[in-house]
Each structure stands twice: as structure tokens, then as C-alpha cells.
């Protein structure tokens, strides 16, 4: 699968999915660490930005993944034939969404941001370094 960076028309039996992507929060934008996928095939999708992907007719699994191939991601839809369906892939700073052409949240699976996960680590670390310094210092000090 290809994807074009200008509107193509439908070939007969497909659909085409108008992706799209933000490049979110990031340091390095999203679209260029992540990988676009429609049924487990990688679309090489180069940035942010709208993207026009030909796909066949029929029920389709479209996902984000980390460049490792963990979801980040996941959406499904039914491709009707000569119909221009639309996503707008969103990473945020807090959660990771995907929303159709009306607005409508169609995420099935969207993990937490980088920025989230960082915060939670940070804040775990946080607890468990001061609060294991508190014990020591307690100890020590204990007559």
C-alpha cells in the first residue's frame, strides 16, 4: 500500500482512508518514530500531515505502532467501496486518539502519551528514592 500526499480516487473495489496525523507534544514528532499499519501491512506514511491510502473494501484493523510494533494506536472500520473514510490520528500529551470524519472518538485502544508515562515514572521513582532515603535516615537515626 502507498500513500499519496493529495486526494486519489477510489479504485473499483476499494476504498481510500484520508489519515490525518499530528506530530504531537513531542521533541521529535510522532509520525516519524511510529509506524502506520492497515491489517498488520506497514504504509509508509513519511510525517505529519494528510495522507491518501487505497485499501480494499471490507472490514480493515488500522493502527499505530512503536518502532518496536507495540500499539499505540488501534482503530477498525468497514471500508465501503468508493468511499473516502476519514482519520484524524491525534497524539496528545496526555492520551493518544483517533477520530473519524464527524468528530467521533473511534479509538479502540489508545495509549497514554510519553508525557504521561513520564510523569508517572518520575513520580514512582520519586517515592521510591525520597521515601527509601526517609528509611535509611530513619534507621540510623534510631537509638
Not at 2 to 22: D, E, K, Q, R
Not at 71 to 91: E, N, Q
Request: positive net charge.
Amino acid at each position: 500500500m502507498i500513500a499519496y500526499p493529495h486526494p486519489i480516487p477510489p479504485p473499483p473495489g476499494h476504498a481510500v482512508l484520508a489519515v490525518s496525523v499530528n506530530r504531537g507534544p513531542y521533541l521529535v514528532p510522532a509520525p516519524t518514530t511510529s509506524r502506520f499499519k492497515v491489517d498488520g501491512r506497514l504504509v509508509a506514511i513519511p510525517g505529519e500531515g494528510t495522507w491518501y491510502v487505497a485499501v480494499p473494501a471490507g472490514p480493515r484493523d488500522v493502527r499505530y505502532t512503536d518502532f518496536m510494533g507495540i500499539p499505540v494506536i488501534t482503530t477498525a472500520l468497514v471500508a465501503h467501496p468508493g468511499v473516502v473514510h476519514p482519520l484524524s490520528f491525534r497524539f496528545g500529551g496526555w492520551r493518544n486518539r483517533v477520530h473519524d470524519g464527524h468528530g467521533t472518538d473511534v479509538t479502540r485502544f489508545g495509549m497514554w502519551s510519553n508525557y504521561s508515562i513520564l510523569l508517572v515514572t518520575l513520580a514512582v521513582v520519586g517515592v521510591l528514592c525520597c521515601g527509601g532515603f526517609g528509611l535509611v535516615a530513619g534507621f540510623s537515626t534510631s537509638p
